[in-house]
Structure formats: C-alpha cells, structure tokens
C-alpha cells in the first residue's frame, strides 16, 4: 500500500525558510516521479513542483520560482521541499503527491495528508 | 497558463438524483501523443483529495461505476449517475497537457 508521509509544516516569520519532508513506503520510490500541492485555508489546490524519478529535472509553478527547490533522496525514500523567502502567500497545507510513473507528470494518483505550513508574524 | 473554468460553484443536489459538473479549459488539451490529459479529483470534507478519473474518461480502482468522464478538446463533464450521501466534497478537474499544471477553482457537491 502507497503511503506518503509529510512533516517538517509549522508556524514561521515572513522572509523565514522551511524544510518539508514526505516519507515514502508500498513503492520502488526511486522509479516514480513525485510532485508538492498546496491548498491555502478554504482554498483551492494548487500544483507547486513536480520532481522526474532520478532527480534529474525538476519543475516549478511561477509563484516558487526561485525560492523552492524540490529534491528527493532516493537512498532514504525521502521527498524533500525547501522554502525559502516565505511569504503570507504561502500559508497552506502542502501535500506529497506520488505520479504513475518516473516520468509522467500531473496524474496524481496518489495523495499524502498533508503538513501544514504558516507564514505569519 | 491554461485557466480551468468549473461551473457550477455549487451543486446542491438530491439523493439518488443525478449530477454533472463542467470544466473548459482555455485551450485544447490534446497532447502531441493523442492523449488529452484531464483528471478529476474528489475532495470530502477533512479528507486529502482522491483521483477519481484521468484521461478524460478512465475510472480509477474502487472508483463507483456512479462516476464517470466525458468531453474532448477543450470542455469536460463529470456525471455521477445517482448521488449518495458520501458524494458530498468539492471536486475539481485538473489538467496535465501544458506546463503549468493547473486545476478548476472547484465544485461543491452538498445534499439538498
């Protein structure tokens, strides 16, 4: 059974930084792509970044750009989003997304349940 | 970016009655493969969101037959058949054809 696990959500200072990470299980982790989407309170989703199986390219919405960076420990089964220069904006539930395979992007079969970040001072 | 458009924003609908949800995308979804890539997701209330179909019209595992995917280019249905009581949530259709990714502001699937 696919289970995605995040951690690292909390409360932080705007222009402050975060690390989440997803622990990943029930798969051959290093042959599946892997994405981050976030849900802002009462919002809608919001695709984030997608990272390919090898780690060898990595993808990002306009508005991460430059301040997140996906990375992925395939030794650890570990999903990792860093987030640097936080931003109100920013405040959401980022969830750890599995896709079918190491290189399709955006089927997003998979969901974890989420860790919650605040950006507030 | 592709924006997708849902209507309505909210459905209220009767038990047992049937329902549909549109999506139009602001271009054509259609891959350079032949594939259009249109997933639909469920979202119940305190719930992560659920892939219900994908590629326009292919039901995942343990997905109801209730449930089901139509449309091509660039407009999008989501029927579910008979409502029942644990359709209730907000379901948005994403699309996967063009970078960015991106999803419908959602639909809200409540009991009359």
């Known amino acids: 059974e696919v289970q995605l696990l995040e951690s690292g959500g909390a409360l932080v200072q705007p222009g402050g930084s975060l690390r989440l990470s997803c622990a990943a299980s029930g798969f051959i982790f290093s042959t599946y792509a892997m994405s981050w989407v976030r849900q802002a309170p009462g919002r809608g989703l919001e695709w984030v970044s997608t990272i390919r199986d090898s780690g060898g390219s990595t993808f990002y919405a306009d508005s991460v750009k430059g301040r997140f960076t996906i990375s992925r420990d395939n030794s650890k089964n570990t999903l990792y989003l860093q987030m640097n220069s936080l931003r109100a904006e920013d405040t959401a539930l980022y969830y750890c997304?599995?896709?079918?395979?190491?290189?399709?992007?955006?089927?997003?079969?998979?969901w974890g349940q989420g860790t919650l970040v605040t950006v507030s001072s | 970016d592709v924006v997708m458009t849902q209507s309505p924003l909210s459905l209220p609908v009767t038990l047992g009655q049937p329902a549909s949800i549109s999506c139009r995308s602001s271009q054509s979804l259609v891959y350079s493969d032949g594939n259009t890539y249109l997933n639909w997701f469920q979202q119940r209330p305190g719930q992560s969101p659920r892939r219900l179909i994908y590629k326009v019209s292919n039901r995942d595992s343990g997905v109801p037959d209730r449930f089901s995917g139509s449309g091509s280019g660039t407009d999008f249905t989501l029927n579910i058949s008979r409502v029942e009581a644990e359709d209730v949530g907000v379901y948005y259709c994403m699309q996967n054809t063009h970078w960015p990714l991106t999803f419908g502001g959602g639909t809200k699937v409540e009991i009359k």
């Open positions: 997304v599995k896709e079918s395979s190491g290189t399709s992007y955006g089927g997003f079969p998979h």
